[in-house]
């Protein structure tokens, strides 16, 4: 069935480092992609989505762009900080209301 | 305001308990979703409300009963609730225009746990 699947955390970086968190994803026809980030003892937030292939989905010096090629959406920042620690989602949804995640990387940026 | 708003924050209770949890946006969206989150794990779908109509039940044990009295308001009904059925619930928001259309608003979730 349709899934993504993300690289395994965590994730321990120092600020200023170079953030990716790879996810890849299994589909029939053409999904739209997203990243969510959970901050502790918060709900998810919307962090960047893409709709169709090449679109590049960018926010908070986040980038991710939808690779119809290599079936990927892989998450970058070129330069982390402490505050971008948390747990971050990507998710598909190849219906109008279902919104399906991957299973989470933890990332923690260490000052 | 633009937040979706969770209540209670935490909740114990026995496995004889009949408790509720509520869900509020006054953002007039018009689809409304419960999801289960266990610790360390990605959110799972329970059950998707479009304009105040159940359009998506994933397969949800009858304990929890789902309500949508309104536009803005959204219920989660737990009764006869089991201890691993303990977790985040969160709440959650679009304009109803679809997924990929838009962007969806989750509440801080309520913290369940089962005794």
């Known amino acids: 069935g349709d899934s993504v699947t993300q690289m395994e955390g965590p994730v321990t970086l120092s600020e200023e480092a170079f953030l990716t968190i790879n996810c890849t994803y299994t589909a029939t026809g053409y999904p739209s992609l997203f990243w969510y980030v959970q901050y502790p003892g918060e709900g998810l937030q919307l962090l960047l989505k893409a709709t169709k292939a090449d679109d590049k989905g960018s926010n908070k010096g986040f980038e991710a762009t939808y690779r119809k090629e290599t079936t990927s959406f892989h998450l970058e920042k070129g330069s982390v900080q402490v505050s971008d620690s948390a747990v971050y989602f990507c998710?598909?949804?190849?219906?109008?209301?279902?919104?399906?995640f991957g299973a989470g990387t933890t990332v923690t940026v260490r000052a | 305001d633009t937040e979706v708003t969770q209540t209670p924050k935490h909740l114990v209770m026995g496995m004889t308990n009949k408790k509720s949890l509520k869900c509020e946006q006054h953002m007039g969206h018009r689809a409304m979703y419960w999801y289960k989150q266990k610790a360390k794990k990605p959110p799972e779908l329970m059950f998707v409300?479009?304009?105040?109509?159940?359009?998506i039940n994933e397969s949800v044990p009858s304990r929890f009963s789902p309500e949508c009295p309104n536009s803005s308001l959204l219920n989660l009904h737990l009764h006869a609730l089991q201890p691993e059925d303990s977790a985040l619930y969160l709440c959650?928001?679009?304009?109803?225009?679809?997924?990929?259309?838009?962007?969806?608003?989750f509440g801080s979730g309520t913290q369940l746990s089962v005794l």
């Open positions: 998710a598909f949804s190849n219906n109008d209301y279902k919104l399906s």
């Open positions: 959650a928001s679009g304009r109803g225009n679809g997924i990929t259309n838009e962007k969806l608003f």
């Open positions: 409300y479009s304009y105040e109509k159940l359009s």
